[in-house]
């Protein structure tokens, strides 16, 4: 994708076939004109600067981007101008609610009094916009392998889960089998019993008006078995 952080320093707000003026410092007071387009010498300068920084150190702190600039080995100059020296410059309360083409010329002209050539501030931005390219893609590929991960672990987890409900569920039936047959013994005992009370009660009647034999079940039988 296209960078636009040069639109202050390299114009082109002539017609697209027509060429624009590329301002430097070089020589104070004056402005040198080049047959080249903006398009043309941002591609030149960028083609100058590595496409792959090279990051030295860890960054501890991804939300830091100075670290990443410093990681990557990006170092202000001696005379302290750098393109995020030159943002702070456009917001500054001096300039920043002037037109864009004043804005653009104030920072040439600090530029040109620093004895700060205009590529210089390109490349530097260049440097930093690939750089936070680059640590983007790190950032990138340890989310994806972060994600590729945890989805075969969650996989794992899933598996194990089902593999534990199916060993529970089987421990819940063998127990609910379990009771089942103790209660259809238990049953078939007291129908057993019941059978023969009524032979004991059938034989005392007998004898007595008054039945002291009880052949019916007891209270709080426990509840027979479902089938």
Known sequence: MAKKWYNYFISSDHPADSTADVETSSSAGATNKSPRTAAQTVAEIASSVSAEPNFTTPVADPNSFEEIYRSAEIRAPAHGYTILKVVDMLHSEHIRSL??????????????????????????????????????????????????????????????????????????????????????????????????????ADAVSYFTS??????????????????
């Open 99 to 200: 037109p864009a083409e004043v804005k653009r010329s104030s920072i040439l002209l600090a530029l040109e009094a620093a004895g700060v050539k205009l590529e210089e501030i390109i490349e530097d931005a260049v440097r930093r916009d690939r750089a936070l390219d680059t640590y983007e893609r790190v950032l990138q590929k340890s989310l994806e392998e972060l994600e590729a991960r945890k989805t075969e672990e969650n996989h794992r987890t899933e598996q194990e889960m089902e593999r534990l409900v199916a060993e529970f569920r089987a421990r819940i039936q063998a127990n609910n089998d379990e009771i089942a047959r103790e209660k259809e013994r238990f049953f078939g005992w007291r129908l057993q019993k019941q059978q023969a009370e009524k032979k004991i």
């Open 210 to 227: 008054e039945n002291p034999i009880t052949a019916g079940g007891t209270v709080n039988a426990p509840s027979p078995p479902t089938k």
